[in-house]
């Protein structure tokens, strides 16, 4: 069965905060360092330019977040953050999360989505976004530490809206 990808509610915010909180903790694809308590989460979502939740048989599933990826002239260039239960990963949450920001990004008037550090070990984001049209501007070297405490390349992309 496909996720169904709408805007949060406040109901959603526990499932979100702890489906963030668990990429946070894995340490291997979120800069955060600290998983968000539950008025941290509060805040976080809602100051977003849209935070969206992927649910399936009505239980979130994912997540993402989509802003501003800087301001003024750089304003119309945004940027996105995408979380997925790790129990439904792989079974198409994702990619309805990344479609999605796609169209509300261009919706909301932003002209290209921006990624600034997809960590390059992360093969299934990497794949999908590839999959989906992104431009893979370049690599950083070790631009990622790992909570290993390994450094990891990272990869920028952009998608034209």
């Known amino acids: 069965m496909e996720a169904t990808v709408r805007g949060y509610q406040e109901k959603d915010l526990p499932a979100m905060r702890e489906i963030w909180n668990e990429v946070v903790e894995e340490g291997a694809a979120f800069p955060q360092a600290e ?8 805040g976080f ?14 239980e979130v599933i994912g997540l993402y977040i989509l802003h501003p990826n800087n301001v003024g002239r750089c304003g119309h260039i945004a940027n996105a953050s995408y979380a997925v239960r790790r129990s439904v990963r792989g079974g198409g949450a994702g990619e ?22 997809v960590v ?14 992104f ?16 450094y990891e390349d990272i990869i920028l992309f952009y998608h034209p809206l």
């Open 35 to 42: 998983p968000l308590t539950g008025r941290e989460a509060e």
């Open 45 to 58: 979502f809602a100051q977003q330019s849209f935070s969206a939740v992927a649910e399936r048989d009505g």
């Open 96 to 117: 309805a999360l990344v479609r999605h920001s796609l169209a509300e990004g261009k919706r909301l008037g932003f002209r290209v989505l921006q990624f600034n550090a």
């Open 120 to 133: 390059r070990t992360n093969e299934r984001a990497v794949a999908l976004y590839e999959r989906l049209g």
């Open 135 to 150: 431009v893979r501007l370049g690599c950083v070297p070790g631009g990622f530490l790992k909570k290993d405490g390994a």
